[in-house]
């Protein structure tokens, strides 16, 4: 998942080593963290038939794209518990992250990892064989250290807007005074989107938290 300039919003990458009907779910792809607040806790539900080991892998990303450069997170900034999680068909569990890195007016992305394997391998019948089926399920989101002291501000012409704060909102556009948006896309602090032909529809908006900002004269039909 990658704060990118897409009309679905947030971009995730699910990759599969296995059947279609496997497949891990978590609530969020976008995760934000208050670094005062410390901890943030994520949900996994296991939706397959049968037992499923859970794990986690972290890199710390430069900017939320996937040009980003990663860094090993070797301060101790971002920690998780447990080590593992194991569920059975249909339970669910989760992860605790704690953040303990520096707490001040910058905004720090971290690439989070979750992977799902069977305790063991599946049996599948074909023919009047049984296979041996091994795989593994991994989906990617993208964890927001929201600054301690969060500075929203932007720039807005009819060609472009750009974030001039220290913190991530989200742009979204549609044609008329229609809630059912077409385009939506993340900026993170410094980027800046040229509103060209696709995006000159009449109602915009950006999302700040869960507050909506009109940029539009459609403002009245929230």
Not at 202 to 215: E, F
Request: charge should be positive; include cysteine.
């Amino acid at each position: 998942m990658e704060l990118i300039k897409v009309k679905c919003g947030w971009l995730f990458f699910l990759i599969l080593f296995s059947q279609p009907a496997s497949a891990l779910f978590i609530k969020k792809l976008n995760i934000d963290l208050q670094p005062r607040k410390k901890v943030q806790y994520e949900e996994i539900v296991n939706l397959t038939s049968g037992r499923r080991v859970y794990t986690v892998s972290m890199v710390q990303v430069s900017i939320p794209r996937r040009s980003g450069m990663e860094t090993v997170i070797n301060d101790g900034a971002l920690l998780y518990s447990p080590q593992k999680l194991v569920l059975n068909s249909g339970e669910k569990g989760g992860f605790k992250f704690f953040y303990e890195g520096k707490i001040d007016k910058k905004e720090r992305y971290f690439r989070v990892k979750f992977i799902e394997m069977p305790i063991e391998a599946d049996i599948i019948q074909s023919g009047k064989r049984s296979l041996l089926y091994d795989y593994r399920v991994a989906v990617e989101a993208i964890m927001i250290v929201r600054p301690a002291e969060e500075d929203f501000r932007y720039s807005y012409t009819k060609s472009e807007i750009k974030n001039t704060g220290n913190t991530y909102f989200k742009y979204m556009s549609s044609r008329g005074c229609s809630n059912s948006y077409a385009h939506s896309a993340f900026l993170a602090p410094g980027e800046s989107l040229k509103l060209e032909d696709e995006y000159a529809e009449s109602n915009r908006v950006i999302i700040y938290h869960k507050k909506i900002i009109s940029l539009s004269n459609c403002g009245k039909s929230f």
